[in-house]
């Protein structure tokens, strides 16, 4: 019974100094739910033999760490060395310094976002964005929604509900968490109809596939993987002649789309959107927070009589997006306007730019720093190269020559190990693990100082 007298009830401790500070930085009702908890669990303990002096001595230190534990976001930032640059699954592009600001004074104040400073009445949303993706794209008119998949479902919807939309059966892709373009089209409500084959498709498929129930053509750009060898296509230019002899709208979606040409970088070429939209497509769409580099949207560009059918479909208000997005997004698209600049303000193309000569001088300087702090886990560290992938489904195939650090410890489980004691730490480190060694790929890493911090939390 003595152990149970050594812990103080709730309202002693917190009414102790300690007591009163984690109140005060937690608030008094987290504070006391944690509390009860963790004496009830002390409890628990001293029924099983521990001892309840020593407990209660531990108790300020515990609960700091509860607290500490449910206050810390999951959405916490974090450093990703994994070699992907767009990496999905860690929220796809940096945004700008430029984007962040303004996003950040949208967040913080009233905008005239469907406000005409002009005539006093009402404006549209996508105003703001439209005549820069005009001027940068050549497109007649645009809107923009949540992210690519819906920018296709609505276009989709608003083009050839209840009709067919032909599309060869080699772009009938599928997208992250197993959304897939035929189930897509379902939900737009067109009936698909499938020409072609796997591998090879001819431009009498789609001839011969067009009835007077085609409401659209789709073609598809497959950027999340590569069908080589025998192979055959229908281009974009081809294909919008056949449509436009046909009377019936080409939707093209370029998935990632890029509006820089990714050669200049050393990157293998995408299509570029201001070149489909030149090639004839009626509406192209693609995603703005991959390869553009911006926060999460959904484009469509093309033809003004389509597009203000789109706007007028009931699914667009659904889709439409913030005021926060907006504000960034118009900020990213402002940074076009200055390709020469663009790889120094935009981190995606600054960090595919880098030369892998100056990310292996960062990786031997920081070689030896990472392999002292990891020594005392039985770990070392060394500098090596190792291949980027630009990520999110773009260039899938495409290795680009990058470095790292290759940690390495005893045991066959040993860079599982580190791997999950770098994603407890309090800025995450995020690495990949190749041929028994966790690797960090530094493509993404503009400071020594993040990884050197994050690592001392050790």
Do not use: W
């Not at 303990?45 to 534990?69: H, M, N, T, V």
């Not at 970088?265 to 911006?294: C, H, I, N, Q, W």
Request: include cysteine; aromatic fraction near 2%.
């Amino acid at each position: 019974m003595s152990g149970f007298r050594a812990l103080p009830s709730a309202d002693q401790f917190l009414s102790s100094e300690a007591g009163r500070a984690l109140a005060e930085a937690h608030g008094r009702t987290p504070t006391l739910a944690a509390l009860r908890a963790r004496l009830d669990a002390m409890r628990a303990a001293i029924r099983d033999g521990a001892d309840g002096a020593a407990l209660a001595a531990g108790l300020p230190e515990l609960l700091a760490a509860d607290l500490g534990a449910a206050a810390r976001s999951a959405l916490r930032p974090a450093l990703n060395l994994t070699g992907t640059v767009l990496h999905t699954n860690l929220g796809r592009a940096i945004l700008a310094e430029e984007a962040a600001k303004a996003a950040l004074a949208a967040m913080r104040n009233p905008l005239a976002l469907e406000f005409d400073l002009e005539s006093g009445g009402r404006g549209q949303r996508d105003d703001h964005l439209r005549g820069l993706l005009r001027e940068l794209t050549g497109a007649e008119d645009a809107a923009v929604v949540n992210n690519n998949a819906a920018a296709v479902l609505i276009a989709l919807n608003a083009l050839g509900q209840g009709r067919e939309a032909i599309v060869s059966r080699g772009e009938l892709i599928e997208i992250g968490g197993a959304f897939r373009m035929p189930d897509i089209m379902a939900r737009a409500g067109v009936r698909l109809v499938e020409v072609g084959t796997t591998n090879r498709t001819h431009p009498r498929d789609y001839e011969d596939a067009i009835t007077p129930e085609t409401g659209l053509i789709l073609k598809v750009h497959t950027s999340n993987y590569r069908i080589e060898g025998f192979t055959a296509e229908v281009e974009a230019p081809r294909l919008a002649e056949i449509a436009r002899r046909a009377g019936v709208p080409l939707l093209n979606d370029l998935g990632s789309g890029s509006l820089a040409d990714l050669s200049i970088y050393g990157l293998r070429r995408e299509p570029t959107v201001a070149e489909a939209v030149a090639e004839g497509a009626d509406l192209v769409t693609f995603s703005g927070d991959k390869l553009l580099g911006g926060p999460q949207a959904g484009f469509i560009l093309g033809r003004k009589d389509l597009i203000a059918a789109i706007n007028k479909n009931p699914l667009k208000r659904a889709v439409r997006l913030d005021k926060i997005r907006i504000a960034a997004l118009e900020a990213t698209l402002r940074l076009y306007r200055d390709p020469e600049r663009l790889t120094r303000r935009l981190p995606t193309l600054r960090f595919l730019a880098r030369p892998q000569a100056e990310i292996r001088a960062q990786a031997e300087r920081l070689a030896p720093q990472v392999g002292g702090l990891l020594a005392g886990l039985g770990y070392g560290a060394r500098a090596a190269d190792c291949a980027s992938q630009i990520g999110s489904g773009a260039s899938p195939t495409d290795a680009i020559p990058s470095a790292g650090l290759r940690l390495t410890g005893r045991g066959g489980d040993a860079p599982d190990r580190l791997a999950a004691l770098l994603r407890r730490l309090p800025r995450p480190i995020i690495g990949h693990i190749h041929d028994g060694a966790l690797i960090l790929d530094l493509r993404c890493l503009e400071r020594d100082a993040d990884l050197l911090e994050a690592l001392e939390a050790l």
